[in-house]
């Protein structure tokens, strides 16, 4: 019996629909074609409805990297070895990554979170430790977490975001990084949606056409193991997800429930986010789509969630990377719906 998950039936918030409204008739008197700003209006509007203002703002961005290995990396689905998440880990701590760059850039406060590695790493600057295990169990011969496991993970997710809520943030972002979890991504999706491996899985760090194949079929065998026990979400996440997956799951159910809008990143953020979505109705409301992954299985996911990412650059490296390049489009949206002049102000004829 997996316990301590009460917090999973609290409803989700509800987006400001009479903000909402105003926002759109707002974009209706700017300076321009309606419409003709795309995506940039449909966001600030979204941001104003979720955010309950009317003049929406990211400014206090908050980045957390949920960090853990993958006993599943013993099957040999990966092109880095194991203690490659340690490694980055360090990294992250050090501020040599992609994401340390990122954040900085955007003026976004990063946070990392290990929840458990196969080699040791001890107290490092920066980094929270809530470490659940060596890393998930290998899925290929056992369920991926214990019940404990599953209930922890899921509550450091929770626990991030009501620290990001704390401190007033704009908007939240979930990094992954994990050796071998594009494998528990590809599983999870495939047990979701009821498709192939072979339709989603894809190269992750870099496997050539028979180590996708090889992976594919790890896969396979581990749904077949685990069929009794995956016929709802928690299952799924359990039998073949990882700790931080569970994490993510956690997270962004509770951007839903307290109000925080989530940027997604890619291919192992949007698994947690079919698993939430699943879990709890109404979570979807609350999750923005940075960028679409290079990961061929992306586009399917994507699609199963209905949505619409803003920016598609072949990234697939995670770490929330993705999203973080896709701040400034948020904020350029923010502005353009708050500084732009009215037709009025500016004593521009508006159409017929």
């Not at 409803?11 to 795309?38: C, F, M, R, Y």
């Not at 960090?67 to 689905?77: I, K, N, P, S, T």
């Amino acid at each position: 019996m997996i316990t301590k998950m009460d917090w999973l039936t609290t409803p989700v918030a509800e987006l400001n629909e009479e903000i909402e409204e105003a926002a759109k008739q707002h974009q209706l008197i700017l300076t321009k074609p309606a419409g003709s700003l795309g995506r940039l209006e449909e966001v600030a509007i979204l941001l104003a409805a979720m955010q309950g203002i009317n003049k929406p703002v990211v400014a206090n961005v908050h980045c957390t990297i949920f960090a853990a290995d993958h006993g599943v990396a013993l099957e040999g689905v990966s092109a880095f070895p194991q203690v490659v998440t340690g490694e980055m880990i360090k990294n992250f701590a050090s501020g040599g990554a992609a994401i340390c760059v990122l954040t900085n850039s955007i003026d976004a406060k990063l946070e990392v979170i290990n929840l458990g590695t196969v080699n040791e790493l001890g107290a490092l600057n920066g980094v929270k430790n809530n470490i659940l295990g060596p890393g998930a169990a290998n899925f290929a011969q056992k369920p991926a977490m214990n019940d404990e496991q599953l209930s922890r993970a899921m509550a450091v997710g929770r626990q991030a975001v009501e620290r990001a809520k704390l401190d007033k943030c704009d908007v939240f972002i979930g990094g992954d990084m994990g050796i071998a979890n594009t494998t528990s991504a590809t599983a999870i999706a495939c047990a979701l949606l009821d498709l192939k491996p072979e339709s989603l899985a894809g190269p992750g760090t870099g496997l050539d056409v028979n180590g996708v194949n090889h992976k594919a079929n790890v896969i396979a065998r581990a749904l077949i193991l685990h069929k009794e026990r995956t016929g709802t979400p928690l299952g799924i996440l359990q039998c073949v997800g990882g700790f931080e997956i569970a994490a993510l799951v956690g997270a962004y159910i509770t951007c839903a429930q307290i109000g925080v809008p989530a940027l997604v990143d890619g291919f192992i953020t949007s698994s947690a986010a079919l698993i939430a979505c699943r879990l709890v109705p109404g979570v979807e409301k609350w999750l923005l789509y940075s960028h679409t992954s290079a990961e061929p299985g992306h586009r399917l996911m994507l699609e199963a969630l209905n949505a619409k990412p803003l920016l598609d650059l072949n990234m697939r490296l995670g770490e929330g990377s993705g999203a973080a390049t896709a701040v400034p489009i948020l904020q350029l949206a923010c502005k353009l719906h708050n500084e732009m002049a009215s037709f009025a102000e500016a004593s521009v004829s508006n159409k017929d």
